[in-house]
């Protein structure tokens, strides 16, 4: 692992440590996450719905609810982790 200095506005900080706080993971696997899907799709999609995903992503989630495909967990600690496990890792 490395270490990298960026330069941030303090509010738009303040509020991902939140999120990430919120989805139980900490900034730095918040950031990792990110720039892992980044490096994955080839960039960022930086189109969003009123909902705040993009296009493709929105119609996925409805794709998926439709047909019934969705996991489902008995805890949202249970979600965390499997989330973790799949997009950390």
Do not use: W
């Amino acid at each position: 692992m490395t270490s990298t200095t960026i330069r941030i506005d303090e509010k738009l900080k303040k509020n991902a440590h939140q999120l990430a706080k919120t989805i139980g993971f900490s900034f730095s696997d918040l950031i990792n996450v990110l720039l892992k899907k980044a490096v994955r799709d080839g960039g960022v999609d930086l189109r969003l719905t009123e909902n705040g995903f993009t296009p493709e992503f929105e119609e996925s989630i409805l794709k998926t609810h439709k047909k019934g495909e969705y996991e489902e967990f008995e805890s949202a600690d249970e979600m965390i982790k499997h989330a973790k496990k799949k997009y950390i890792a």
